[in-house]
């Protein structure tokens, strides 16, 4: 089984704010793919099965708040016997402009730090898809900035990334995170 997660905050108030890039990335794989399936509370998380590419994919959406995120993605490959590198998470970053996405076998935090939680928990070996959540800008405090609402500008350069995120796992499933690389990162 495949564990795919996305960072982010739980409850209405961080809905559409750039650091649940993460969650909007699950919600567009839940839409294209759930067939129905029910979400359900479990290891501190939202979780949904699914089948993308004929294979058992779990969506995951940790519900401690982005800074502990470790905690649940510990819990859920302890409980799915998953190994890391059957993890794919998904992040905002800052580094990266609306409407790009990189994904990278391994590697940092980058100062993400629900990436750092994880980190933490379970080491850095895992791959993960990085949205562009746009530079802070100028006068702008970071965690304001990360936890706005998405301008109307940038919602739609992020729309569009996230609609290719379907794409991006059934390559990644099939053909492997380097032709993902090569196809999306950018």
């Known amino acids: 089984m495949h564990l795919f997660v996305g960072l982010g905050n739980p409850g209405q108030k961080y809905a559409n704010t750039r650091h ?60 799915y016997k998953a190994k890391p590198e059957h993890l794919l998470v998904f992040s905002d970053d800052i580094n990266l402009a609306c409407g790009t996405m990189r994904i990278r076998p391994s590697g940092s935090a980058g100062g993400q730090n629900g990436l750092k939680n994880i980190v933490e928990h379970i080491g850095q070996n895992f791959p993960r898809v990085r949205i562009g959540a746009g530079k802070v800008p100028e006068h702008w405090d970071l965690i304001n900035w990360v936890l706005s609402a998405i301008s109307k500008e940038d919602a739609e350069l992020c729309k569009l990334v996230l609609g290719k995120i379907p794409d991006l796992c059934e390559t990644y499933l099939t053909k492997g995170i380097a032709a993902a690389q090569n196809e999306f990162n950018g």
Request: proline share 2%; charged share 15%.
């Open 20 to 79: 649940n890039l993460g969650f909007m990335a699950i919600d567009s794989l839940s839409a294209k793919y759930s067939n129905g399936a029910i979400w359900k509370t479990q290891c501190k998380a939202e979780t949904q099965k699914i089948n993308i590419a004929g294979k058992e994919v779990l969506l995951a959406k940790p519900q401690t708040f982005m800074n502990l995120s470790g905690e649940s993605v510990q819990a859920l490959l302890s409980f």
